[in-house]
T-cell receptor
Framework: AQSVTQPDIHITVSEGASLELRCNYS??????LFWYVQSPGQGLQLLLK??????LVQGIKGFEAEFKRSQSSFNLRKPSVHWSDAAEYFC????????????FGKGTRLSVIA | DAGVIQSPRHEVTEMGQEVTLRCKPI?????LFWYRQTMMRGLELLIY????????DSGMPEDRFSAKMPNASFSTLKIQPSEPRDSAVYFC?????????????FGSGTRLTVV
């Protein structure tokens, strides 16, 4: 069965500290992987995506994610968090064809403290 | 590009009333998805369309929910009659899978409150 697990429901980090949000997936075929961010009262915005090739992908707002096939993981990272990064983050997995819906994790809420 | 446009942004209605949510996908996107988001259940896929045809509506919670896509530029999600437990944020998203999977573009959502 296809699934995405985000083990951390809520994470709090200090402004300027580094961040890593975890994502593990279960998928029967070659996965296409995505990270979305949702600010309060807003829709989901695509941060970055992984299709193939280099396992470290760069996204918007200074985020990056690393695909590790052996661990079925696609963790999101940022070297230095800003207060404006406080939001909900969703990991998702889908098929190469794009003809079937993405499977989303339940999200991780990030709080940033001064 | 105006993005995915949803209306209204907020809707407050009384229990038993009919509610219609609207979505205009990005031009050229031929797949459209309706999601519901609540604190308890997270993001749930309700139904999706490919080329205006409903493909999977297994996520629609009850017969009170219906969705249509009469053309490539418009979709509606209707709840009749509405109940308080339908209170949630409803998102529409679109994509064009004919060139591969590049993820979705989401609208800003409709916050529905049924009192």
């Amino acid at each position: 069965a296809q699934s995405v697990t985000q083990p951390d429901i809520h994470i709090t980090v200090s402004e300027g500290a580094s961040l890593e949000l975890r994502c593990n997936y279960s998928y029967g075929a070659t996965p296409y992987l995505f990270w979305y961010v949702q600010s309060p009262g807003q829709g989901l915005q695509l941060l970055l995506k992984y299709f193939s090739g280099d396992t470290l992908v760069q996204g918007i707002k200074g985020f990056e994610a690393e695909f590790k096939r052996s661990q079925s993981s696609f963790n999101l990272r940022k070297p230095s968090v800003h207060w404006s990064d406080a939001a909900e983050y969703f990991c998702a997995v889908g098929a190469a064809s794009g003809n079937t819906p993405l499977v989303f994790g339940k999200g991780t809420r990030l709080s940033v403290i001064a | 590009d105006a993005g995915v446009i949803q209306s209204p942004r907020h809707e407050v209605t009384e229990m038993g009333q009919e509610v219609t949510l609207r979505c205009k996908p990005i031009s050229g996107h031929n797949s459209l998805f309706w999601y519901r988001q609540t604190m308890m259940r997270g993001l749930e896929l309700l139904i999706y369309f490919n080329n205006n045809v409903p493909i999977d509506d297994s996520g629609m919670p009850e017969d009170r929910f219906s969705a249509k896509m009469p053309n490539a530029s418009f979709s509606t999600l209707k709840i009749q009659p509405s109940e308080p437990r339908d209170s949630a944020v409803y998102f529409c998203a679109s994509t064009n899978p004919t060139r591969g999977n590049y993820g979705y573009t989401f609208g800003s959502g409709t916050r529905l409150t049924v009192v």
